[in-house]
């Protein structure tokens, strides 16, 4: 079997996911800079096998595109160019950083730790390919 990435991307960092290759569990994987993001993701899909890759889907609470989206389709039509065997697709990422915090929060982290930005959107991603999965099996 192969993994799903998740990418829940910023313009100043990008938080990512990747599943198990049984493609069950959702774990984050890292945060990169957005500038570097190209080449981890290329550089990882040389490493692993990844059958599809997510991407966050920022949308506002009338169900209309974000702003951020004006960074990410362009960056999503790169992708597609440089990776076309990977199927790449958009998944609805509201409320994620929310649920980022509560699981934190859940979790018995520090303040210092809620505050990493970083983790934020590692966890974030996490949460995107999590809700992708349920989504898939019809949960």
Known sequence: MSRILAIDYGKKR????VTDP?????SGLTTVPTHGLMDFL???V???K???IVIGHPKQMNNEDS???KYIVPFMNQLKKKLPDVPVELFDERFTSVLAHQAMLAGGLKKKARQNKALVDEISA????????ESKRGM
């Open 14 to 17: 990008t938080g990512i996911a």
């Open 22 to 26: 049984m493609q069950i569990i959702a």
């Open 42 to 44: 290329l550089d990882y």
């Open 46 to 48: 040389r490493q692993e």
């Open 50 to 52: 990844v059958e599809r």
């Open 67 to 69: 702003e951020s989206m």
């Open 126 to 133: 996490a949460i995107i390919l999590q809700s992708y999965l």
